[in-house]
């Protein structure tokens, strides 16, 4: 079993909403959204050669694991967006759905988080950005 088929299987099993795996750990989470995966990025922890699956993995996901280094990437639902992103940058992709939008949690409109890195094109940027986002939607 590959790494991300071992994070595919946890995710779903395990009813987390991410897990990241590789040679050494299994990092899994319940958190929504890019929580999980901001905080790790926020708090330095290497991110290289990672394994990671995610119930939902629009571009704003994606410019934090590619900035963290991951190698395979799978998404429950993925945005057309993050996929292109993922690719160009030589990260294994892999997907349930396909979708042209990750929308809000009411579903809608667009993600907000996903409204943040619209105009992004380098993923260093995305933690500063993203981290505003989320400080404005809590407010």
């Known amino acids: 079993m590959t790494f991300l088929s071992r994070a595919i299987q946890l995710l779903h099993r395990g009813g987390y909403s991410c897990v990241l795996c590789d040679n050494d750990r299994v990092l899994t989470s319940r958190k929504s959204g890019i929580a999980p995966l901001l905080e790790r990025i926020e708090t330095g922890e290497s991110l290289r050669n990672i394994c990671a699956a995610d119930k939902i ?5 994606a ?13 429950d639902v993925m945005s057309v967006a993050a996929k292109e992103l993922l690719e160009a940058n030589g990260i294994e992709v892999s997907f349930c759905t396909l979708t042209a939008q990750i929308v809000n949690r009411k579903g809608d409109g667009p993600c907000p988080m996903e409204q943040a890195v ?22």
Not at 57 to 61: E, F, L, N
Not at 64 to 72: D, K, T, V, Y
Not at 118 to 139: E, F, G, H, I, M
């Open 57 to 61: 993995i629009g571009k704003a996901a």
């Open 63 to 75: 410019m934090l694991l590619i900035l963290g280094g991951a190698r395979a990437v799978h998404g």
């Open 118 to 139: 619209a105009s992004l094109t380098d993923p260093a940027d995305a933690p500063k950005v993203l981290r505003a986002a989320l400080n404005r939607l809590q407010r």
